[in-house]
DNA sequence: AGATCATGAATGATCGTTCACTTTGACGGC
DNA sequence: GCCGTCAAAGTGAACGATCATTCATGATCT
């Protein structure tokens, strides 16, 4: 493959983003030098530098690709579905099992951490919430529909609850490491969306 | 006050916990350093390695303090109440209030971030949320004797489930920073506990 | 040949920690 | 009551390591 081709230099970049999510997860954000990410990705330090502005830079685009991925993956999972009780399941299934396989919860808790002194992570994380509080009032709305919930329901503080709640389960996994429980933390989100959205 | 005193050796320890508490908040774990601190407390670099052994366990002496001040005072709060209602709202509003006021919520962010490197943080953060689970059967109880929810619930996917919300709740205001609505927060809680343990 | 991709040593700043040093105050002999 | 002594409290310059970033140089393509 010529070096200079799109293809070449996407290939690369992407390989930068893959060199770089393994060093912060493992180091968190400021505990990953570029010297150990470039060596994590197989390049040399400079090469970084032509790929992205700052340090800061790569994170975000870390953070970015990663979470808008998992939601649309998401979103194309619920898409052909039709029944409200299957979709809930699938997406709760979806979060904890994308959670504990791609272990990007990681990811989003060093972007917490650093959100207070950087105000385009904090939008970043804040577009995410946006999302998830855009499928918690989905599920509600169908649920009111249903006739599974009263229509008098706050839609806005009980979608706000659920997306807390799923930020919940990341912080979760953060602390649990390699020892924390996939199957515990999904039926616990179960069952209390279950009790509360009408079960 | 003579310098050898113990009230004296208490109150500069004291100073350098609230200190470093400040500059952790305002820089977060990595990002505040040591001469920063020494600045914030008012001593020099020195005498914070006279009170603690590193950096590392200021930090957790920091965390361990606050928390355990947080949780004595919700006890002592909840101790006198009989009224499960009344209990459950004491202790979303305390837990809100608390998280608003004394802003130690980026310091528990700022220990999940350092969790995975740090087994001793990652301890203190598992049986903070441990105790939250206890509060939370206890309320699950409660309401189970009240025949207010079904004896047969899932305590332990329940508890756990609340311990992710409060978190997530932790996790929001570290998100919002300045921005974030408490009222807001406390009624999605409400909204979905109450939902949940039998409204 | 010229343009672009890629390298990694060099730079200046900053970090956590140490330690030689000064200041302070409690105490025993007078 | 006074003073000399000495352990402990307190200081901050110095140290070696490491950081993010740059740039002079080389490699590879058109």
């Given at each position: 493959?010529?070096?200079?081709?799109?293809?070449?230099?996407?290939?690369?970049?992407?390989?930068?983003?893959?060199?770089?999510e393994r060093a912060f997860r493992a180091g968190g954000y400021r505990g990953a030098s570029i010297p150990a990410i470039a060596?994590?990705?197989?390049?040399?330090?400079?090469?970084?530098?032509?790929?992205?502005r700052s340090k800061e830079e790569l994170f975000l685009a870390v953070c970015e690709e990663r979470t808008e991925a998992q939601?649309?993956?998401?979103?194309?999972?619920?898409?052909?579905?039709?029944?409200?009780?299957?979709?809930?399941?699938?997406?709760?299934?979806?979060?904890?099992?994308?959670?504990?396989?791609?272990?990007?919860?990681?990811?989003?808790?060093?972007?917490?951490?650093?959100?207070?002194?950087?105000?385009?992570?904090?939008?970043?994380?804040?577009?995410?919430?946006?999302?998830?509080?855009?499928?918690?009032?989905?599920?509600?709305?169908?649920?009111?529909?249903?006739?599974?919930?009263?229509?008098?329901?706050?839609?806005?503080?009980?979608?706000?609850?659920?997306?807390?709640?799923?930020?919940?389960?990341?912080?979760?996994?953060?602390?649990?490491?390699?020892?924390?429980?996939?199957?515990?933390?999904?039926?616990?989100?179960?069952?209390?969306?279950?009790?509360?959205?009408?079960?």
């Amino acid at each position: 493959m010529p070096r200079s081709s799109p293809a070449h230099l996407a290939e690369v970049r992407e390989r930068i983003l893959a060199g770089a999510e393994r060093a912060f997860r493992a180091g968190g954000y400021r505990g990953a030098s570029i010297p150990a990410i470039a060596a994590e990705a197989g390049v040399s330090v400079g090469l970084i530098y032509r790929y992205f502005r700052s340090k800061e830079e790569l994170f975000l685009a870390v953070c970015e690709e990663r979470t808008e991925a998992q939601m649309n993956e998401l979103a194309a999972l619920l898409g052909p579905m039709r029944d409200t009780r299957q979709r809930l399941e699938t997406a709760i299934d979806f979060f904890v099992r994308s959670l504990a396989e791609q272990g990007w919860g990681a990811i989003v808790i060093q972007a917490l951490a650093e959100a207070d002194r950087n105000p385009r992570l904090r939008d970043m994380l804040i577009r995410l919430t946006e999302q998830e509080r855009g499928f918690a009032a989905m599920f509600i709305r169908e649920a009111i529909a249903g006739g599974e919930i009263s229509p008098d329901v706050d839609i806005e503080a009980l979608s706000l609850a659920v997306a807390m709640l799923l930020h919940g389960a990341v912080a979760h996994q953060a602390e649990r490491g390699e020892a924390w429980d996939p199957d515990g933390v999904a039926r616990a989100i179960s069952v209390l969306l279950e009790r509360a959205l009408g079960g």
